[in-house]
T-cell receptor, first 114, second 112 residues
Framework: ETGVTQTPRHLVMGMTNKKSLKCEQH?????MYWYKQSAKKPLELMFV???????ENNSVPSRFSPECPNSSHLFLHLHTLQPEDSALYLC?????????????FGPGTRLLVL | DAKTTQPPSMDCAEGRAANLPCNHS???????VYWYRQIHSQGPQYIIH?????ETNEMASLIITEDRKSSTLILPHATLRDTAVYYC?????????????WGLGTSLAVNP
């Protein structure tokens, strides 16, 4: 148990569906992250939030829309996804951006797009 | 941030020490070495980090060579639960770049 929870753990969706991934951290951290992990590829950083403000967006397609309503919660809204978006989506948090090197990860959401 | 090179896979017998190498020949003087691991179907887990001195915690030991061009993560008594992918990352502490550069890591299989 890392103090970072993600729901759902598994998700299957069609290309026309809209769904949301949820992340919650119970560590009192100020920075939160979304990563994508595809098979046989390194982790890809998608978004970075610091104190609820988005500070990094790594050329992620607009069909992925993050939301950070407070410092404990992070969402990833999904719409009109493509099959190549199937991957493990990981949420992480750190004390702040200075402590980015020590991140705490959730268990991930395994997404399959049909 | 410096690039790292790790062997793609390693095996280790249960109860023996697992020594996981990492090359970072272009490391700069102010860059730290960080190790994470990822057990199957879980998120990565921070293990340990160091600058130039050897470090030890309850999970592992980190040995950094004197020239700092390579390091070894040591799991002193590997168990089946240590089967995971181990990532070596080099980064300047509090650097402006907000990314950790993740490679493909070393897949460690601990065998009974």
């Amino acid at each position: 148990e890392t103090g970072v929870t993600q729901t759902p753990r598994h998700l299957v969706m069609g290309m026309t569906n809209k769904k949301s991934l949820k992340c919650e951290q119970h560590l009192g951290h100020n920075a939160m992250y979304w990563y994508k992990q595809s098979a046989k590829k390194p982790l890809e950083l998608m978004f970075v939030y610091s104190l609820e403000e988005r500070v990094e967006n790594n050329s992620v397609p607009s069909r992925f829309s993050p939301e950070c309503p407070n410092s404990s919660h992070l969402f990833l809204h999904l719409h009109t996804l493509q099959p190549e978006d199937s991957a493990l989506y990981l949420c992480a948090s750190s004390q702040d951006l200075v402590g980015i090197e020590t991140q705490y990860f959730g268990p991930g959401t395994r997404l399959l797009v049909l | 941030d410096a690039k790292t090179t790790q062997p793609p896979s390693m095996d280790c017998a249960e109860g023996r020490a697992a020594n996981l190498p990492c090359n970072h020949s272009t490391i700069s003087g102010n860059e730290y070495v960080y190790w994470y691991r990822q057990i199957h179907s879980q998120g990565p887990q921070y293990i340990i980090h160091g600058l130039k001195n050897n470090e030890t915690n309850e999970m592992a030991s980190l040995i950094i060579t004197e020239d700092r061009k390579s390091s070894t993560l040591i799991l002193p008594h590997a168990t089946l639960r240590d089967t995971a992918v181990y990532y070596c990352i080099v980064r300047r502490y509090a650097g402006n770049n907000r990314k950790l550069i993740w490679g493909l890591g070393t897949s460690l299989a601990v065998n009974p």
